[in-house]
């Protein structure tokens, strides 16, 4: 199985601040990374595919970049709204598996 | 517009069995690639099995042997059979097209 490791796990941040959350996956995948941003009582919402591509309806101040093992999201600008649960998963193998979170809190 | 609605979570003992239920709408789910994916409380997400256009079906290494993922394309709906419940299977159950569309969830206690 394709292990991911997101870091850092949680992360304290105030409105208006650029933030990164790094993700690792054990072997390349390729581009074949996806992002997620989940609230409390949620289901998850894809906001990053394929690495770098931005899904439909979300907001630009979501990028996402890296390949092979290495890989970035970043969010230039902190909204209120952007105060959550961020996942990366890996859709390289047959059986998809994701990375194990970061909380984004504010500070 | 695509929906995804589940149903048929619940409380039930250890070593029951019980079958999730994900009514689609907006599209075919024959034609796409489908998953069930979970989140125990206050835990990560975990996915749990996925079904492909063609019929290939894989299945994480915690629910082989035990979790059935099956489709009625008459009912537009996905399924997931899930036997010999284990505590550790206590989850919010979603189901999901694609990585774009998921559904509400639905919950799954696994407890005497």
């Known amino acids: 199985d394709i292990q991911m490791t997101q870091s850092p796990s949680s992360l304290s941040a105030s409105v208006g601040d650029r933030v990164t959350i790094t993700c690792r996956a054990s072997?390349?995948?390729?581009?074949?990374l996806n992002w997620y941003q989940q609230k409390p009582g949620k289901a998850p919402k894809l906001l990053i595919y394929?690495?770098?591509s931005l899904q439909s309806g979300v907001p630009s101040r979501f990028s996402g970049s890296g390949s092979g093992t290495d890989f970035t999201l970043t969010i230039s600008s902190l909204q209120p709204e952007d105060f959550a649960t961020y996942y990366c998963q890996q859709s390289y193998s047959t059986l998809p598996t994701f990375g194990q979170g970061t909380k984004l809190e504010i500070k | 517009e695509v929906q995804l609605v589940e149903t048929g979570g619940g409380l039930i003992q250890p070593g029951g069995s019980l079958r999730l239920s994900c009514a689609a709408s907006?599209?075919?789910?024959?034609?796409?690639?489908m998953s069930w994916v979970r989140q125990a409380p206050g835990k990560g997400l975990e996915w749990v099995s996925v079904i492909y256009s063609g019929g290939s079906t894989y299945y994480a290494d915690s629910v082989k042997g035990r979790f059935t993922i099956s489709r009625d394309n008459s009912k537009n709906t996905l399924y997931l059979q899930m036997n010999s419940l284990r505590a550790e299977d206590t989850a919010v159950y979603y189901c999901?097209?694609?990585?774009?569309?998921w559904g509400q969830g639905t919950l799954v206690t696994v407890s005497s």
């Open positions: 394929a690495a770098s």
């Open positions: 999901a097209r694609d990585e774009s569309y």
């Open positions: 072997q390349s995948i390729s581009s074949y």
């Open positions: 907006g599209f075919t789910v024959s034609s796409n690639y």
